[in-house]
Nanobody, 125 residues
């Protein structure tokens, strides 16, 4: 089993930056990819970014391209999300999720079988 834990959320102003971190533990050798999703109140869970466990195969959601950067720290078993030029519409609970090897691959939430508890990001105008 894989366990995921997010950290780094907080309250920032529009235009600020914030860095989220997702730490994986357990059977990390089973991980194919890790993604970040977010969910704002009253909205569906939205894909933010995905990275292969080896550090390649990076994808971004349209709403964050050019502002967010996903990266992998092999030594620490972490996947970070650097968020720049934050906007009020980025306010949400951010979740990291992992996709197991030898499973169907995609960016929709249904492909990911392990989720962290989430971390709140609030961006004020």
């Amino acid at each position: 089993q894989v366990q995921l834990s997010e950290s780094g959320g907080g309250l920032v102003q529009s235009g600020d930056s914030l860095r989220l971190s997702c730490t994986a533990s357990g059977r990390t050798s089973n991980i194919y990819a890790v993604a970040w999703f977010r969910q704002a109140p009253g909205k569906e869970r939205e894909f933010v970014a995905r990275i292969g466990w080896g550090g390649g195969y990076i994808f971004y959601g349209d709403s964050v391209k050019g502002r967010f950067t996903i990266s992998r720290d092999n030594a620490e078993n972490t996947v970070d999300l650097q968020m720049n030029s934050l906007r009020s519409e980025d306010t949400a609970v951010y979740y990291c999720a992992s996709l197991r090897r030898f499973r169907p691959i995609g960016n929709a939430a249904r492909y990911f079988d392990t989720w962290g508890q989430g971390t709140q990001v609030t961006v004020t105008v």
